[in-house]
């Protein structure tokens, strides 16, 4: 079947010899993807686990995930297939940005095969100042924005999702005792 919305009809003969027939709208989508967030602290630094997976049935070329922090700062890494870049903005917002761009020897992207899982970590450190807008300290305070062409060509990009744990305003001031 294609994508798109349909009705099925059922029927069933009953022991009676009495017919139950019932209708259902079914709505084919497209290959799914799930995210997940996982944030361990070690003393005074964060550790973030990014993780997506393919939860579809044909493979998907994942691009690149964005997550956001604020009033912390994400440290810079690359790894096999991916690198970690921060863009922090110490003036006016006190929240950094962090792309996590994937790729692979031959291409801009990696290959998630069905059921297959891709994580990604990074460290975040405090800031040591005031936050300027009250706006404190948050891991994943906006939704995580991920890039990935799923098998019919259809890139989907800027797909928005909240991650749990969203982590709320943190005791930054303990953690950093």
Not at 33 to 55: A, C, L
Request: proline share 4%; net charge negative; aromatic share 10%.
């Amino acid at each position: 079947m294609e994508l798109g919305s349909y009705y099925t009809v059922v029927m069933a003969h009953l022991s009676d010899g009495s017919k139950l027939t019932e209708t259902r709208h079914i709505e084919i989508a497209r290959e799914g993807i799930s995210v997940e967030r996982d944030v361990v602290q070690y003393g005074n630094f964060f550790q973030v686990s990014i993780t997506v997976v393919n939860e579809g049935t044909e493979p998907i070329q994942l691009d690149w995930v964005k997550d956001n922090l604020t009033s912390l700062q994400a440290v810079r890494r690359s790894g096999e297939d991916y690198e970690v870049i921060t863009h922090y903005d110490p003036q006016i917002t006190q929240q950094c940005l962090v792309d996590i761009d994937f790729f692979s020897d031959n291409s801009e992207t990696i290959t998630l095969s069905p059921s297959q899982s891709k994580t990604v970590s990074y460290l975040a450190v405090p800031i040591r100042q005031v936050a300027y807008l009250d706006a404190g300290w948050h891991i994943g305070a906006d939704e995580v924005q991920i890039c990935y062409t799923d098998h019919s060509g259809i890139v989907e990009k800027g797909f928005d999702m909240y991650v749990n744990p969203r982590i709320p305003p943190l005791d930054i001031i303990a953690a950093l005792q």
